[in-house]
Structures are given as structure tokens and as C-alpha cells.
């Protein structure tokens, strides 16, 4: 009784019409689309020079958060509240401003592009000060061997 239940269905199952299905499919995905409103503009909106500038320094603080996580709990910093106050804004603020400016997707990659060109600006000068650095430190390796030779 079960096999033959079993292969009734089964036979109903081919008889299922393919284009009815992908109807049903994009009804399905047609209805289940919602209209998203942009947010309105905030009346304390951050500058976008200014969004950029704390961009750039929440990028540097969460690579810092993985570089070295164990100093910055082990010495309390809350990096967020330190930008905050450098920058004078408060977090709501901030939030609110970043909330507007990604509802448009070509302002907000504008935004990243900036701050994407901020760090490599900082890492070109990051490196080129390692490179100074390294130079002295091998001249003064340098002087401490010819030290050392002469002494011999």
C-alpha cells in the first residue's frame, strides 16, 4: 500500500508544469521586494573632509586592535572615545552621518576611496621612515664593526 501511495506521488511530481514553478518563483521574489527609504538628512551631519579623516582613523584603530589587542585592554584604551574627542563628535552623531552617507552607495565609495588613498599615503610614509631608519641603524652597526676590528 505504502509503494503504491509513494509512486502516485511520484508520478503527480512529474506531471508538475517547469514554468509554473519559475512563475511562482519570481511572484515569490517579486512581492517579497520592499521600497528602503533613504535616511533623512541628519541636521548635525559630519563634513564629508571630516568623515574621511575619521575613516581613515577607525580603519588605523581596528588594525591596531589586530595587531596588539592584548596592550590596548591590558591599558583600557577605548580607541572610539579617543577618536571621538579627537575629531569632537559623539558617537550618535557619527553613526547617524555614517548611516547617511552609505544609503548613497556612490557618495560612500567616493568616502572610501579617500580614505583608501589616506592610508596608502600614511603607509608610503610609514615605510619611507623604516627605511631612514634602518639606514642609520646599519651606519651605526656599521661604525660599532670598524670599532670593534680596529680593537682587535
Request: proline share 1%; net charge positive.
Amino acid at each position: 500500500m505504502k509503494g503504491l501511495i509513494s509512486m502516485l506521488i511520484f508520478q503527480k511530481m512529474k506531471r508538475i508544469n517547469y514554468k509554473s514553478v519559475l512563475v511562482l518563483w519570481f511572484l515569490i521574489c517579486f512581492t517579497s521586494c520592499q521600497d528602503v527609504q533613504k535616511p533623512e538628512m541628519p541636521n548635525d551631519l559630519i563634513s564629508q573632509d571630516k568623515m574621511v579623516d575619521i575613516l581613515t582613523d577607525v580603519y588605523i584603530s581596528n588594525a591596531s586592535r589586530n595587531v596588539n589587542h592584548k596592550l590596548i585592554k591590558k591599558r583600557n584604551l577605548q580607541l572610539d572615545s579617543i577618536i571621538y574627542k579627537k575629531h569632537e563628535v559623539d558617537s550618535l552623531q557619527f553613526v547617524v552621518s555614517n548611516a547617511y552617507y552609505s544609503s548613497d552607495l556612490k557618495v560612500y565609495k567616493d568616502l572610501l576611496s579617500k580614505v583608501q588613498g589616506r592610508l596608502q599615503t600614511l603607509q608610503k610614509e610609514k615605510d619611507s621612515i623604516y627605511k631612514i631608519v634602518y639606514k642609520q641603524d646599519s651606519i651605526k652597526d656599521r661604525k660599532k664593526r670598524a670599532e670593534l676590528d680596529k680593537k682587535k
